[in-house]
């Protein structure tokens, strides 16, 4: 590393911080989720009904993770990617203190609508100060170590949620310690995350861009690659972010060791980004893109062997498994890859219509995989998952067919 390049190492750094901050207000639905769902039987819900009504809240969490992802963009490109980043910690971390107050099925629904109307500004904002601050022979490199933030900081935050379980605590009081590690880190974030180099050419150069508009991306196979690309590898994501600590109690865990458990899918999942991102500079984007559908197979592969999994152990190894497989590939899809398609400045407005569509795919991963678990076992929405990938990957090949002469930037 050379001394031009540390600060934006640094930067990169509080980049991770800040969001793996932020999943700590993401992941403790999930992971407080059987604790929860014990509460609530204790007030009367059967089993089957309370986990239908969180599947419902995560859906519709989605839904509404999903608005705030196409609105995004518009709001980071008017604040700036600083102001952006803190906003929506700070409205996040708000939103989960409410939901640990709140005693109905009606009041964690707008609390945690809220929260992920927040927290979709995070991400679009780490995009565009990544690119503010890296070449573009680095953007790989640099968001797959930034992705770092939502993969191991989600191996961290679920570590941490599960010690605090493990101890004896419950939902609420994960609620409440995740509210207070996002707070805390947006402090460190306020004082020392900068924008971009302080060179006022390159400031000059950046605010010459503007949105890019919709219909010009829309007509562009690569760009609706990554969007197929990102639908797949985020239903999958979703899914098992939200559903294996249940999963893992299922097949006979503590609550705490499920939680635990759970994490070796982003841990993975890191290790998989850093990987790809490294990689991936070295080929150039469209090479990027071919790996999208290679990581697309994967996936499905390892999807289909949870139908064989008789043992925890098994069990284990497949989401390790699926994590190597398909982090890379999902963090390159909402993440370099709009630095790939535009100039920094409009990449978060790219990012967040690209991670937008990655999330409709998203809305399966509450309501409609609770209902295939309960009505199929977890056989039926492990299948599910397997042939999803495998038709995301047949569109996936016939676009990058398409896109193999586009122009990277096209005016």
Known sequence: MTNSERPAWRMALLLILGYTAYYFCRTNFSV?????????????????????????????????????????????HKLGGVPAFLLGGLGAALATVAFSRSTSIGLFGVCWVANRLFQAVGWPSAVRIVGSWFTAGNYGKAMGIVSLSWLFGDALARAAQARLLATGGEWRGVYLASAGVLLLILLLCALFLRERPVAPEVKQAQEAHEPIPVRALFARPAFLCICVAAFGFTLVNVTLSEWLPVYFTGIGLSQGNAALASGLYPLMGGVSAVGFGIWGDRIGSQGRQKLLLVGLLLTALAMAGFLLARTP????????????????????????????????????????????????????AGEAVARLAVALGWNGAFAALAVVCLVASVFSALLIRRSSTESPHPS
Do not use: H, W
């Open 32 to 76: 407080g989720r059987p604790s929860q769902l014990a509460e609530l039987a204790r007030l009367g819900m059967t089993s089957e009904a309370a986990t239908v009504a969180l599947g419902r809240i995560a859906t519709i969490g989605v839904v509404a993770g999903i608005c705030g992802k196409f609105l995004a963009g518009r709001v980071v």
């Open 313 to 364: 152990q098994i069990a284990f190894a497949l989401v390790a498994l699926s994590g190597l497989v398909s982090g890379g590939p999902y963090a390159y899809s909402v993440g370099a890859a709009a630095l790939d398609l535009v100039a920094p400045k409009q990449a978060a407005s790219v990012n967040g219509i690209i991670d937008g569509m990655g999330y409709l795919g998203a809305i399966l």
